[in-house]
């Protein structure tokens, strides 16, 4: 499967993004699809995902109530709708994709297939 990234930019503190993931496939019930972030040296870290069976959300804490992760099965994109921004949230986005087990959801080495990045920079 390819993944396609966009709807990053620059927005203030407190504000509102939303970020698509373009599939080149259908991915409900055959991939997880999820959105990882890294910011300057930092290594990356989970964001959100969709489970494979079944499509659960599940967030990171730094994330949760903030952030909504959703799938649109007629369009093959996964969103990240992220509300309430912050500087720390800045960093490039990358949505991934793979047949991830339920354990490896959250690391980076559960996924097969990555986007390119998207950058999102949050001001105060």
């Known amino acids: 499967v390819q993944l396609q990234a966009s709807g990053g930019g620059l927005v203030q503190a407190g504000g509102s993004l939303r970020l698509s993931c373009a599939t080149s496939?259908?991915?409900?019930?055959?991939?997880?699809v999820g959105w990882f972030r890294q910011g300057s040296e930092k290594e990356r870290e989970f964001v959100a995902t969709?489970?494979?069976?079944?499509?659960?959300?599940y967030y990171s804490d730094s994330v949760k109530g903030r952030f909504t992760i959703s799938r649109d099965n007629a369009k093959n994109t996964v969103y990240l709708q992220m509300n309430s921004l912050k500087p720390e949230d800045t960093a490039v986005y990358y949505c991934?994709?793979?047949?991830?087990?339920?354990?490896?959801?959250?690391?980076?080495?559960?996924?097969?297939?990555w986007g390119q990045g998207t950058q999102v920079t949050v001001s105060s």
């Open positions: 496939e259908a991915t409900a019930n055959v991939y997880a």
């Open positions: 969709l489970s494979r069976s079944g499509g659960r959300p």
């Open positions: 991934a994709a793979g047949r991830t087990i339920m354990s490896a959801l959250s690391t980076p080495r559960g996924y097969n297939y």
